[in-house]
């Protein structure tokens, strides 16, 4: 099934919808890199006017412990921040994408640019797949020759740390909201977008690679996260090109991060 090809706006009507392959992938890239950019700036102004609130109504100035385990009063801030600039940034970048795709002839609309659907009957596989990564990455660290993850996670500590209401929306935002706008983002637009510079087995490549250099700075504290990410990284982009689908690397996805979830409660619960 024919992409999408991603071009400028400013194409004449009667011109083919292809442009050079070099404006295919910077559009993809330039999609992707709005998103973390515009994240970024939600998450700096919702912890700025939160933490200006609470100073002004006498509690603690929570932009000084932005990053760090948050106290009752503050737990709030870290997870409605990250909630609106994640949700925030992913309107902007679906917005410009729909500006910079010109549709194919024949395709079926914008839901073309990140894949068809699929049968959500056999989503089976993929969830199986997601608990066999997450626990088999977990029995390795733990049991295994790879070394203990024991190092300050902010956003896992301040999961577990908040109280119930809060515990259930920083689960969702795992299993359900993160997982969903990462493979838009990346076996969506940035495949898509590559895809038509240089085919999908270099795509396939370079998006993986940009995935994990993302998650380079966990990388960076903990060497064994590197192949956790290189593999869900490989496994949702061989998914993408053999069903052109991103549902079935969702459903990966989302329960591989639902089983470090489920982990970190139970940790937290017999420690």
Request: with cysteine.
């Given at each position: 099934?024919?992409?999408?090809?991603?071009?400028?706006?400013?194409?004449?009507?009667?011109?083919?919808?292809?442009?050079?392959?070099?404006?295919?992938?910077?559009?993809?890239?330039?999609?992707?890199?709005?998103?973390?950019?515009?994240?970024?700036?939600?998450?700096?102004?919702?912890?700025?006017?939160?933490?200006?609130?609470?100073?002004?109504?006498?509690?603690?100035?929570?932009?000084?412990?932005?990053?760090?385990?948050?106290?009752?009063?503050?737990?709030?801030?870290?997870?409605?921040?990250?909630?609106?600039?994640?949700?925030?940034?992913?309107?902007?970048?679906?917005?410009?994408?729909?500006?910079?795709?010109?549709?194919?002839?024949?395709?079926?609309?914008?839901?073309?640019?990140?894949?068809?659907?699929?049968?959500?009957?056999?989503?089976?596989?993929?969830?199986?797949?997601g608990l066999a990564l997450g626990f088999g990455f977990v029995a390795f660290t733990e049991y295994g020759g790879l070394p203990a993850d024991d190092l300050p996670q902010p956003l896992f500590d301040a999961m577990i740390s908040a109280p119930p209401s809060l515990q259930t929306l920083w689960a969702l935002m795992f299993i359900g909201v993160f997982p969903v706008v990462e493979e838009v983002l990346f076996r969506g637009i940035l495949f898509t977008g590559m895809s038509e510079s240089w085919g999908p087995g270099l795509a396939g490549f370079m998006t993986t690679m940009i995935f994990v250099g993302v998650h380079m700075p966990k990388v960076l504290e903990y060497w064994p996260a590197l192949l956790a990410v290189s593999l869900v990284g490989s496994l949702t982009i061989l998914l993408r090109i053999r069903t052109e689908s991103l549902v079935p690397g969702i459903a990966l996805h989302g329960t591989y991060n639902g089983v470090l979830v489920m982990v970190a409660f139970l940790t937290q619960a017999t420690s």
């Open positions: 099934m024919p992409l999408p090809v991603l071009c400028s706006e400013d194409s004449p009507p009667h011109a083919p919808p292809r442009l050079k392959p070099w404006r295919h992938a910077w559009s993809a890239v330039l999609i992707v890199g709005c998103f973390y950019v515009v994240q970024a700036l939600g998450i700096f102004m919702v912890s700025a006017v939160g933490g200006a609130v609470e100073t002004l109504a006498g509690g603690i100035d929570v932009g000084a412990q932005f990053g760090t385990v948050p106290q009752y009063k503050e737990v709030w801030l870290l997870p409605l921040s990250l909630c609106v600039g994640t949700l925030g940034a992913m309107m902007v970048s679906i917005d410009l994408a729909r500006r910079r795709a010109v549709l194919s002839s024949n395709a079926n609309g914008f839901s073309e640019l990140l894949g068809k659907s699929y049968d959500f009957r056999n989503l089976w596989r993929f969830f199986l797949m």
